[in-house]
């Protein structure tokens, strides 16, 4: 019983330096608030993290995919949303929300998705004796791509139009609710197959379960809520004082403390051999962002006292161009539901590039590359465009011989 509630209570007692000097209102030189408060926002992370796996054991089918992917980035709409809400009534910090989405959008496909892959070629090619070159993921996942396909293509208003409009925002939500609603409809038909502390959470009896799992959510609900505000001014106010850029910043560093504990718990099911599980996640998460968070922005912005649209500048107009051509690759690469380990290598490859070609052209360069590359596989598997955007308005259909994780070699 004990060694279930170890690592909770670890992480919650590395999270009280954060709560306490919220509550007695003391704010730390900036480069040790960035210090504190991220590691109260990595510590509840990882708390939420294993709390929406363990309410697996509850919560079945799709739906239980989708909720895990929305929990586990909630701390970085957190940070977010307070950088869209400052900005209704200080526009400086409209730069600081378009940061902290384009890198959060970007980590988690170039980085997230590439090594998920790569893991789980790997594992297999142990296991198997055998090079496994590439990652297949089930038909049920066609849904998850179709959503991420539709609400990719309707990001490109972003940069077109150079604002996220209320509007835009709003059917952004919606279309969000309708992708929970499918979500419930759908059946996976996977046991929840927990590591670590979330299964022996998991492993407790049903009422004390539940119990330990809602407390889980409050208690890093409350921490999130404590250490997002001063966690986000500790990283504007640290780049003045190490004379690093802000934007930069907050695009990587708030997304990298945020999405740690999702990336951890990714990977663990790919080191597993449940790679296709593990890919799923992440696309769910993808369809998150794309569409809850975005979504989410311009009402924040209204609320902290903005006009109807959240206007971007011009470097902004280029992250989020960058942001969505890479995403459309990411989408065009898993067309036909198979993720070759070349395209795994092609999508890490170029999200380290970035920082080594930074500025203006660098980044209409690479969203160029992006672009064709994303194109090139378009047409190559244009008979499974059809199919994908369609599929989440077609009816469930559920069948028993679906494959549920499987690597095939070529």
Not at 268 to 295: C, D, E, M, P
């Amino acid at each position: 019983m004990a060694r279930a509630f170890r690592p909770v209570l670890l992480l919650l007692a590395v999270a009280i330096p954060a709560v306490v000097l919220r509550l007695t209102g003391t704010h730390p030189f900036a480069p040790l608030g960035i210090l504190v408060f991220g590691l109260g926002v990595v510590a509840a992370s990882f708390v939420l993290a294993w709390a929406a796996e363990a309410a697996e054991m509850d919560i079945s089918g799709g739906l239980a995919i989708a909720l895990l992917a929305v929990i586990a980035v909630l701390p970085e709409y957190a940070v977010d949303l307070y950088f869209a809400h400052t900005a209704g009534s200080n526009p400086e910090y409209v730069q600081y929300a378009a940061a902290n989405m384009t890198g959060s959008n970007r980590l988690l496909l170039g980085l997230g998705w590439s090594s998920v892959v790569l893991v789980s070629l790997y594992v297999a090619s142990k296991r198997s004796g055998r090079t496994v070159k590439a990652l297949v993921l089930d038909s049920g996942y066609k849904r998850e791509l179709g959503f991420l396909l539709i609400a990719g293509v309707v990001a490109f208003i972003i940069p077109l139009t150079g604002q996220i409009h209320l509007l835009l925002g709003i059917a952004l939500l919606a279309f969000f609710a309708y992708y929970l609603w499918r979500a419930a409809a759908s059946e996976h038909g996977d046991e929840p197959d927990l590591v670590g502390p979330a299964a022996r959470i998991g492993g407790l009896p049903k009422v004390q379960r539940r119990i330990t799992v809602v407390t889980m959510f409050v208690a890093a609900a409350t921490i999130i809520l404590f250490s997002a505000e001063p966690f986000a001014d500790s990283l504007v106010e640290g780049g003045h004082a190490l004379g690093i850029d802000q934007f930069l910043l907050v695009q990587w560093l708030a997304p990298l403390a945020s999405e740690a504990p999702e990336f951890i718990v990714a990977l663990l099911f790919a080191w597993r051999g449940k790679g296709a599980a593990a890919l799923g996640l992440l696309i769910s998460a993808k369809v998150n962002q794309w569409t809850l968070l975005i979504g989410s922005l311009p009402i924040a912005y209204g609320l902290g006292g903005g006009p109807a649209a959240l206007q971007l500048d011009g470097r902004q107009v280029e992250e989020f161009l960058l942001t969505a051509t890479q995403t459309m690759l990411g989408i065009a690469i898993l067309l036909a539901l198979r993720f070759p380990r070349w395209a795994a290598w092609t999508l890490l490859a170029l999200f380290a590039v970035q920082f080594a070609v930074p500025g203006q052209t660098g980044r209409y360069v690479i969203s160029g590359v992006y672009a064709v590359l994303a194109i090139g596989a378009f047409i190559h598997h244009r008979r499974e465009i059809i199919p994908v955007l369609t599929d989440p308005f077609r009816r469930t259909q559920k069948t028993t011989d679906e494959r549920t994780d499987e690597l095939v070699g070529v």
